[in-house]
């Protein structure tokens, strides 16, 4: 599936979850799992939960593991 595709599935509110990072300080990012019709992870779907009507942001799963590698190599090189 192309990236422009995946912006053709919005998963459903009850679908998402936040992030344990935005849990306790009020931050509200949320994620899903945008899966194929065989139940494969295709991508993944980043929103908003105070604003769940937003269109939000689609990642392919290399992005999101992209995206994923680099937060912990700036933490790492925080020292955190």
Do not use: H, W
Request: hydrophobic content about 40%.
């Amino acid at each position: 599936m192309e990236k422009p595709d995946l912006y053709a599935v919005t998963p459903p509110v009850e679908e998402r979850f936040k992030s344990p990072l935005s849990e306790g300080d009020g931050a509200c990012a949320t994620f899903a799992a945008i899966r194929n019709d065989a139940g494969d992870l295709i991508g993944v779907y980043q929103g908003d939960s105070q604003n769940p009507d937003l269109l939000g942001v689609r990642y392919t799963v290399a992005e999101f593991l992209a995206m994923a590698g680099g937060i912990d190599a700036i933490r790492t090189k925080l020292g955190l």
